[in-house]
């Protein structure tokens, strides 16, 4: 009767250890490198997401990867707008930052967002710090006037990123944090600070940190082949292939999909955009053979470095 109850034991454990080997080609491959992760869209609002994403970051850490967190704030800033009687206008995409629209961005990305950030990683351990791109000159940014049907548009205290400096963010990671950045940077040339876009924070972090990763997490899952006609999921594409599907973006995915463009040129080896609305979205991208949403990678002639990444390494469970 109890090699009977064994082999039932054996049997029901088995899918798990198969799982956990699925994932090891994946621990090798990864272990030691730097993944940047944008938080946004749903996940920064569900408290079951936001509690799975925290459990997702600290398991890359604990994984031997090193996870930097990159967030912006969207929702609570119009929130706490709306409180103070400020209005949310946008031009070209980009929040309309007034001098007291800028002290409510600074205060809900700095003193709400990432402090909630902060502290549910800090539940599973002292690894996350909390600092925003003003801490030691992190994230360098000018005035960004966008060009609206030909014509300069003041839209505020909107940066366009001119430097990152990546020191604060290296010694973090070598003492084993995991660095939570909120979008805000210094200004280059006034006393300012500067509401930067965080999809562009992000994957200019990713460029300047040499990540081996940046992952975008979205409210939709991936990039589709032919939206609204189709729900097809684009699993992988070029910089070239994504360079001439750009024009045709939505313009919410524009500022996602431009990121991963310019950390892939910039030396990034992958950047993927997600589905936040799902439950560990970041470790079935990372550790399963079939990832999900959508892999932007180098053109043909580094193409030998990471090709078929979905399926590659070889040695997963089938």
Known sequence: MSGAVGNARKHTALPKAE???EALPWLTRHNGKIVVIKFGGNAMIDEDLKAAFAQDVVFLRQAGLKPVVVHGGG???NAQLD??????EFKAGLRVTTPEAMDVVR??????????????????GPLAVGMTGEDAHTITATKHTPEIEGELVDIGRVGEITAIDTGAIEALLADGRI??????ARSADDHHVYNVNAD???AALA????????????????LYADWPSSDEVISRLTVSELEKLLPELSSGMVPKMEGCLHAVRGGVSTARVIDGRVQHSILLEIFTDEGIGTMVVPDEHHVQNVQNDRNEPQGGAQ
């Open 107 to 124: 205060m809900v990305l700095a003193g709400q967002v990432q402090r909630e950030l902060v502290g549910l990683l800090n539940q599973h």
């Open 207 to 222: 460029a300047a940190l040499g990540a081996e990763t940046l992952m975008v997490l979205t409210d939709v899952e991936g």
């Open 83 to 88: 409180k103070q009687g400020l209005v949310s």
């Open 179 to 184: 660095p939570v950045i909120s979008s805000i």
């Open 19 to 21: 799982i956990l080997i």
């Open 200 to 202: 562009t924070a992000a």
């Open 75 to 77: 929702p609570q800033i």
